[in-house]
Nanobody
Framework: QVQLVESGGGLVQAGGSLTLSCAAS????????MGWYRQAPGKQRELVAV??????????NYGASVAGRFTISRDYIKNTVLLRMNNLKPEDTAVYYC?????????WGQGTQVTVSS
């Protein structure tokens, strides 16, 4: 099993920045992907950013609405992943969930609230 601990959520003014952090522990010997998803009230959970590795190498993908504003980075030694969020907009308000894939299993964090005021 893998446990994920998130931090960094909160309230921020539009145009501001936040950095989310997620640390993985437990069975962390084969974490082939780590990333972030978000879910706004009444909406489906959507991809924010994910980075992973596989037979084709390492890849990073961003959701269309955050590309150019958010940056994901992974520390392979610490088994952590950061999400640097710049130029935040009210529509970024959501619960943000850390995700990791260990071998073929997927794990989720508890979620952290990000609220952007106009």
């Amino acid at each position: 099993q893998v446990q994920l601990v998130e931090s960094g959520g909160g309230l921020v003014q539009a145009g501001g920045s936040l950095t989310l952090s997620c640390a993985a522990s437990g069975s962390i010997f084969n974490l082939n992907a780590m990333g972030w998803y978000r879910q706004a009230p009444g909406k489906q959970r959507e991809l924010v950013a994910v980075t992973g590795s596989g037979v084709s190498g390492t890849s990073t993908n961003y959701g269309a609405s955050v590309a150019g504003r958010f940056t994901i980075s992974r520390d392979y030694i610490k088994n952590t992943v950061l999400l640097r969020m710049n130029n935040l907009k009210p529509e970024d308000t959501a619960v943000y969930y850390c995700m990791t894939r260990e071998a073929s299993r997927q794990y989720w964090g508890q979620g952290t609230q990000v609220t952007v005021s106009s």
